[in-house]
Structures are given as C-alpha cells and as structure tokens.
C-alpha cells in the first residue's frame, strides 16, 4: 500500500485515501481510525484538498466536499460522507494536484499532460491556464487567489490570471522540482526537487536560502499555516526548519519516503503520508520564548516550564487546552489555546488572568508595554493587561488571516498594519479607540512595503515608523505630523530585518553582512550627516 494525501478537517481530525482505494478519517483525540469510503476499483487517488473552511474568517457554507484527484484523467468532488458528487474528466494521463483557492471559488489542477487548468466551485472549466511539455507536479495559489505558481521541470513559474501580466521565471533546481508551497502570511515560497535541496524564495523569485544537497530527493514540504516554519520530507527524513531556512529538528522515521505533508489548521501538529503506507504524526515541542532573566519553554502541548535564570526558579504552568500561540515580552507571557487567552504576570506565575476567545484560532500576538493585540482569522483586537477589550481597527479590504509580525505593528498609543491589496500603503490607528489617524490619510510609500515597526517609547506625539521596502531600504517616518506631510528619511539600505529596544527609541537590523544599531534614528531628522556618527556596526561572519 502506497499513502497518498490527507488533509485535515479539524484540528484532530484527518482524512487521508491510497492505492487500496480506501478513503479513512484518523480522529487524534480518540486515536481512534474509520473507514470513509471504499473508492470504485478504477479510481486510484494521487491529491485530496478540501474546500476552504473559512473566508475572511466567516465560517463558509459549502464545507464539507474535498476535491480528489486521479490517475484516470479526472478530478471528483465528494462529500464529508465519501459519496462522489461529480467527476470531470480534465487530463490526459494523471492529474497530479488539484488545490482550491483561498476563498474556493475556483479550483486549479495540473496533469502530467503538462496543463494547467483552472474550474468554478461546481467543476466548470473557465480556462486552460498553461501548456507545457513535460508534467506539472506541483502547483499553489498566491495569497490573494490571482496568481498561480507551478513547476516545469527545474523552472518556477509565477503567471497571473490576468492575461497582461508578467510572468516571472526561473531556474530553481539542478532537477526536476517535485514539490512547491507559497505560504499566504510570509508570502514566501518553498520548493524541493530531485536535486535533494530545499529552498526558500520571495515572491519576486529572489533566493532567500538553499540547503545544502542531502542523501534523497525532497518528496514532500509544507508552510505551516502561520509561514514562521515549514516541513521538509524525503526517504526516511522528516526535517522541520524555520521560515529563514535553517533546520531546528531533525527526524529519521523508518516510514520510506514522506510523499506528502499537511498541518493542522492551527499549526501545532503535522501529518505525513508515507511510502510504507503508515500516516506519520508529528507535535511541535520544545519551543522557546525569552525576556530579560526568564526563559519559558513548550515542554508539551498542555505544559510549559519558566526558568528565572538568576536563581534557576522553575515554575510549570498547566492548561486544559493545547497551546497555540505565545508571547513573552513586558513583564506579560500571553498564551492562547483554542478557546482561551491567558495572561501572566512575571512577579506571579500562579494566577493568570484568563478570558474566553470569541473568534477561532488566534494566529499573532504582538505586545507593547500597556497593550497586547490578538490576531485571529476575524480581525485584530487590542486588549489590556487586565483582559479589557481596548479597540478593534478595521478598514475596508482588510484581510485578517494574512497579517504576520512584519505587516503589524503595536505600541501605546498606534497600531500600524500594511495593507495587502496595494503594499505600498500603511493604515495608522489610534491604539485606544480603533479609530484612523490624523485626518484619515494612510501613508503611501513609493515601492511596495515588506517590514514595519513602530517605536515603543517617548511621547506619542514622537511616534516614528521604521519600514523596509522591496528594495531593501530602510526609511523613518513620524507617525503623528497633524496636516503637515510625513517626514520620510532614508536611514540604511540592504536591510533584511529590523527591531526596536522595548526600553529605549535604539534601533537595531541585520544589514549586508552586518549588524547594525541606530542609536539616535531620529538625528536623522534634524541632520542627516549626524547620523553616521550615532551608527555601531558589527561584521556578521
């Protein structure tokens, strides 16, 4: 028996089909495993996705169908319950992935034909979006459903629906690439070939990182949902890396080769299909958060341990649900389970104020000294410490479930957020009312924005934005400047990544091979040739 694809349904629930023409649902929580459906002997599945649970957030309708594909040519839609509501023929030879878009109002497959092919909901073709000698093995959507990346032989191509568009391509592998992934949060792509590297792009096809060569070709990787990990797998090999490529966790199941990964839609557990027939099932422990004399680990899903490494103090917090997300900064560890967010002091481990979560799964937290913000697939919601609800910024087209640490940004008294339908503009919100800033105005940058941080100390009225755009430039901006134009100064170039101190307006980045901090960013403002003089650089290698 050869496993094929599963995807989940629900956090502990997993659907996976192979060879023997069974479809089976793995229920975590019981450990308990049944059979779907028994396929008609002709069908023998290669891909299964299911329709998108959420749009925006909001809980969608038609839920419970999954697209499979087939070795015969034809895509089937069927229900929860396995039963076949349609099939399509739209191949000749295998359809070797079929994947919806994110709100599922189209579905795209690709066959060893070398076509690709997208099709409405209900399975009609509205066109033929490539044609290609050789097999499409992979393909994925692009965070906002308009374009599509796909494989053709040691190439990537990005080609958009819209016909006049650019396309972009390029040669990614020294094989053939079996295997992509574009996460929609980072916005950054995953590929893996017979080559046996992975590696990491951005969206405009620049290389962000290539592993060395292993010992077997990548079969199989995936984004987890939030893009800050990913998976890797091949003969034998489970990897699981970070969004910057390096590698934390090494595992060596004697499965075969992985030939298929999927995260649960929290991003807490991973499944994978595997060449011997068994379904692997992984949890992410072991994971780290640390502010000033306290060091906090994931020890398993329900516990963690905080570590005063002053007095080597061991407190071991419980909770009743799996933890999902966690941040430690301020004197305030914030954990979110499924249905909760806890709140702990660092003078009181023993009593955390906790409150109940409306919304589903919280995907970002971001703190400052007096505020936190939650981030779930809804919207943004900035509460105290206490667990008072502040404020909940919106603005039109704003999409919840793809902000991530470098398109948000918190502080006292502003909250920032890139807008994701034209990346050039950045919303400002008064942090405690929700409401625009200033008149209303975003600011617009003259190039697409890929990072923003606000500064977290001195006066509002000194409020500064830090940002990197596409070029890598690193820019200040006053926040509050009350109808007069933003201040925009250019402060460094070749800036991949950038944080403020939490206890004082000092800004540090990783620029070239440098470390560089800004101790006086804001001299800037006043002379530009003071600025050199407030610089400390450090040689990374």
Known sequence: MLLQWHRWTTADELYSCSEDHQILKWNLLTSETSLVVKLPEEIYPIDLHWFPK????????????????????????????????????????????????????????????????????????????????????????????????????????????????????????????????????????????????????????????????????VTSLAWAPDGEVFAVGSFNTLRLCDKTGWSYALEKPNTGSVLSLAWSADGTQLAGACGNGHVLFAHVVEQHWEWKNFVITLTKRRTMQVRNVMNDAVDVLEFRDRVIKASLAYGHLVVTTSLQCYVYNSRNWNTPLIFDLKEGTVSLILQAEKYLLLVDGAGLYTFSYEGQLISSPKFPGMRADILNAQTVSLSNDTIAIRDKTDEKVIFLFDTLTGKALGDGKPLTHKLEVVEIALDQCGPSTERKIALIDKNRDLYLISVRHLGREPKICKIGSMVHSMAWNDAANILCGIQDNHFTVWYYPSAVFIDKELLPKTLYMKDGR
């Open 54 to 217: 959420t749009l925006g957030g909001k809980k969608q309708t038609q839920t419970e169908v999954f697209v499979l594909t087939s070795t015969d040519g034809k895509f089937h839609l069927a229900s929860k319950t396995g039963r076949i509501e349609k099939s399509v023929e739209a191949h000749k030879g295998a359809v070797l992935a079929g994947r919806w878009n994110y709100d599922g109002s189209a579905l795209i497959t690709a066959g060893e034909d070398g076509q690709i092919k997208i099709w409405s909901k209900s399975g009609m073709l509205r066109s033929t979006l490539a044609n290609q000698g050789s097999p499409v093995y992979s393909v994925a959507w692009g965070s906002d459903s308009d374009r599509i990346l796909y494989t053709s032989g040691r190439q990537l191509i990005i080609k958009p629906l819209q016909p006049s568009a650019k396309v972009i391509q390029w040669k990614a592998h020294d094989g053939v690439v079996l295997k992509v992934d574009w996460n929609s949060v980072s916005d950054l792509i995953l590929s893996g070939g017979e080559d046996c590297k992975y590696k990491v792009w951005d969206s405009f096809g620049r290389l962000l990182y290539s592993s060395s060569s292993h010992d077997y070709p």
